[in-house]
């Protein structure tokens, strides 16, 4: 039970069952934000606390001295999105960097539920994460693609949800992974055999009012929904993957996604122990903020939200002026003398996502801040930024064809995986 005494509960839901202790004498309104794998809402201000979450989830921080243990562990420099505290929150990360320096191998584990064909940068930040964890460990990536997940949220056709789950995988396999570490599966198509034992083993253990509880599911929502959980939870166990795994590599898997899956794998962990399965471990983000400013994730149906991967650059150049909100003052007098909010500052943000170099993100801080540097500058250098990492994406995904997305998705043994 432990992991599921954190659990959280979405305001929006009369009545659910709680399972929480310290949730006790705390009124939903009091608790503000509300972040679920499909509802992620900031608290009065809009924001979201971060800081909360992680209470309130039962998560671990993800604090400096693990950073530079992975960069000690892996031998080059930790990812940007670790140094600059993107991936924030943990789950027993700090046990599997133990067992890998005992010579123990790990696997990775990431999803993506393809409900649109045109992803948004946000959307490539677990992969970016996971193509560096994957070349920095030296071990094997396995990506669902919830196909299934989006068919019943969403009301898309199987067909539609098919179709999509092979666009976006394109996009995936552009993001730089190696086909002979990596595989790709859609649920429509891989679920079966040992991964349904295991969804069936994992179901037996989860009863009705947990899942209510951890989820907020109502009386209103169809089955499909309800039964759901496990899908996503088999994937953290290696007897999911027998072409990958034997029954002796009984593997952990580490799993970095965004911080709204938390409860798939609350409930996964709270699972594990009972079915004599490992636990999963996690590194979980905070969310890529809109243009218009940090009040959760972005909007698919309001494109100026968001830059896509598909925009031109002469989009991405009217986008980021246009719309990407500015901590900067209302006149350049103004601005000399008081200098730009960089707590607001969506460039200043989305150059911490994507500008690598420290030393100029500090550079460009500090004028910035102090009103040395106008908006117009900062939002020229992003702009070449996010134009760069589009480009290459564009050329990237033109690359993969039909049959390279066969072969990422073949059930086949990965006999390198772990060089
Ligand atoms: N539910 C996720 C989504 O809607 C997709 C997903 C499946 C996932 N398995 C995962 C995400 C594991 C992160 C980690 O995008």
Known sequence: MEELNQNYQPKTLPSIPTFSADMEGK????????VTPWQVTGDKSGKIDYDKLIDKFGCQRVDQSLVDRVARVTGRPAHVFLRRGIFFSHRDFDEVLDLYERGEKFYLYTGRGPSSEALHLGHLVPFMFNKYLQDAFKVPLLIQLTDDEKCMWKNLSVEESKRLARENAKDIIACGFDVSKTFIFSDFDYVGGSFYKNMVKIGKCVTYNKVLGIFGF??????????????????????SFPHLFSAKDNFRSLIACAIDQDPYFRMTRDVAPRIGCRKPALLESSFFPALQGETGKMSASDPNSAIYVTDSAKDIKNKVNRYAF???QDSIENHRKFGANLEVDIPIKYLGF???????????????GAGRMLTGE????????????VENHRSARAAVTDEMVDAFMAVRPLPNMFS
């Open 354 to 368: 994507f500008l690598d170099d420290d030393a100029e993100l500090e550079h460009i801080r500090t004028e910035y």
């Open 27 to 34: 009124s939903h309104e009091e608790e503000g934000q509300i």
């Open 326 to 328: 500015s901590g900067g």
């Open 378 to 389: 900062v939002k020229q250098r992003l702009i070449e930024v996010l134009t760069e990492i």
């Open 218 to 239: 109502n009386g209103e929502d169809h089955i499909g929904k309800v039964s759901f959980p496990p899908v996503q939870a088999a994937p953290s166990f290696p007897s």
